[in-house]
């Protein structure tokens, strides 16, 4: 049994001009202490997947096919109360923006008591007691004070440490972590990074790590999801992917990586850029940005093939070893 | 705490000071006091003598300055038709206008949050698809009709509350006479303050409604709902007090301007309070009396604004009135 499961998860967003698909065919599982890293582009999906696992999807929003499993158990049949006993006790998330997830009215100590108090019959002052220590765990200097005081008075890097807290607070299984840096200072970045990696590996905890950067990735992570406009296209071991990337868009990912780059020479993007949701691509959702696009690519999405430890979807993927561009 | 003082004391003279130019120029227009005091068959030379007297020859800015001086001291001239000072004859019927105002304000928080925050909670309910409805209706339904339609209905046909006069009236410790202490006066109370209530109520449910539904879409509730919070908790402690920070500030705003639309409603009523007098004073041309009367309303205006700016601060930690503690 896998601690989380999902299969041929399909996500759609109701809006105006017709039902759009924001997720489809993901499939992945993931067991105790895995550390596994989604990238791509913005847009292409990582934040609704993020939501999905813990069925947070809201209103013109729903999952429209497939499901996510948690330890066996489908997440669209659980009851309110067997949803809200995972949400924030089993799994808990980071957001993106420090300055947006904590509530603007309320002091971290009642932030951080109501989510104990939700999941477990627990008294104020032990409440408390817990509150500190995870506090000093992500350290954060004199917690005691910090339980009275309101986000506003705390610094970005100083708020995401709480948030960390906070979705600490139960011992999770799993942690989803949604590009939780991005908002932060550069200084401030590596230091958040190396406390999520030390604390899911000091605790077994499974990681979900949400980014746009391949370098975090290849440092926090073992598992690596690529997705592209809703879809995961590559999927496999990290270092796999990262020393040789099967799919074109991944190795584009990769060359346009700065320290990819030649010093002085102008780095390489790909071209053109991920299409929105309702425009309709027949066959393989990168084709019109491809190097190596043939016709068949724009004919069918192509299925998974599998490839060393990496499972890749692409046409070309043999042709593309056995003849490679010139140009490279 | 020193600086919302001072940034409130400026705000009163500001508004104060335009008050007192539009009061002073309605004096200035309004009927030539000289008739008030002499007949008609006082020859002319004798009034400009009198004029002179009277100092009404003077430069606008010497009249006004001599005007404004003498309001300081509390002295707003004399109703030409009561004989007394304006000011005490005004204030004399504050408490009447207040208990409209407060009666109004008192329906208006008690069903505007519980029904904002159901529409806003279960949008596609057919409750809130009525409350909805019925409030776009209560926007445009002007106070008059309301008023005739509840006294037909609650007063003439079912004869449940009565529709003109304030009743008895209770002594709160011999300083304060109010309709609220005594069972008479609630009775009269009740259709002028649904009448008076009916022109924000719709618009109160609606502003809470859209905050709330702001709200819910934030992140921290998102990150509150991911905490595995109750359902209950997320709605009424992360949402509804965000919600009620920007209601707060401008229903304010809107109470304050409520004691001016008690015009209306008193004299439908016959509600024996300062806007009703005012339109009296108005058929008289009492300028005096027209003159306390908008000050006195500028006074409550600004009162009301100030509390509710310290009701804000109290509740958003973000906003310190007393500095750090
Ligand atoms: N509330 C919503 N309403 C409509 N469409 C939405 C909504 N949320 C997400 N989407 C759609 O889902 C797509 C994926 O969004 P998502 O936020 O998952 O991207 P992302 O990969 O997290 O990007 P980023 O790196 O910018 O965070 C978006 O392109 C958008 O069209
Ligand atoms: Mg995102």
Known sequence: ?328 | MLAFLIKRLAQAIAVMFVISIISFSIQDNLGDPLRELVGQSVSEAERQALRDELGLNDPFITQYLRFAGKALQGDLGTSYFFKKPALEVILSKLSATLDLVFGATLIIISFSVPFGVYCALKPQNWFAKTIMGLSTIGISVPVFLTAIGLIYIFAIELGWAPAFGRGETGSFLGLWDSAFLTKDGLAHLVLPSITLASIMLPLFIRLIRSEMQEVLQSEYVRFAWAKGLFPNRIHYVHALKNTMLPVITVGGVQIGTMVAYTILTETVFQWPGMGFLFLEAVNRVDTPLIVAYLIVVGAIFIFVNTVVDIIYGLVNPTVKLIGNK
């Open chain 1, 1 to 328: 049994m896998a601690l989380l499961q999902v299969n041929d998860l399909e996500v759609s967003f109701d809006m105006r001009s017709g039902s759009v698909k924001a997720l489809q065919d993901i499939n992945f599982s993931i067991e105790r202490g895995d550390r596994v890293g989604i990238v791509g582009e913005s847009g292409a999906g990582k934040s609704v997947l993020g939501f999905s696992i813990l069925n947070l999807i809201s209103r013109p929003g729903s999952i429209t096919g497939g499901n996510v499993l948690f330890e066996d158990r489908d997440l669209a049949n659980l009851s309110a109360k067997e949803l809200r006993d995972i949400r924030g006790n089993r799994i808990s998330m980071i957001f993106q923006d420090p300055m947006m997830t904590l509530n603007p009215v309320l002091t971290i100590g009642t932030q951080m008591i109501e989510c104990l108090q939700a999941h477990r019959k627990i008294n104020k002052n032990d409440a408390k007691k817990i509150a500190i220590q995870k506090l000093q765990q992500v350290y954060i200097p004199s917690p005691e004070t910090r339980l009275d005081q309101y986000p506003h008075e705390l610094s970005g890097g100083m708020r995401q440490r709480i948030v960390i807290a906070i979705g600490l607070l139960m011992d999770p299984e799993i942690i989803i972590a949604d590009e939780p840096t991005t908002a932060l200072d550069v200084t401030i970045q590596a230091e958040i990074m190396e406390l999520i990696l030390e604390l899911c590996e000091r605790n077994h905890v499974a990681l979900i790590m949400i980014t746009h950067d391949l370098g975090v990735i290849s440092q926090v992570t073992n598992r690596l999801f690529v997705m592209y406009s809703g879809r995961i296209i590559e999927q496999g071991p990290t270092k796999e992917i990262i020393n040789d990337a099967q799919h074109p868009y991944t190795q584009g990912l990769i060359n346009a990586l700065p320290q990819m780059t030649i010093r002085g020479e102008r780095l390489q993007q790909i071209p053109g850029s991920m299409p929105s949701l309702n425009t309709r691509i027949t066959g393989c959702v990168f084709h019109p940005r491809c190097e190596h696009a043939e016709n068949t690519c724009t004919r069918t999405h192509p299925k998974y093939t599998t490839s060393g430890g990496c499972k890749v979807a692409c046409h070309m993927v043999e042709k593309m070893k056995s003849q490679p561009l010139l140009s490279e």
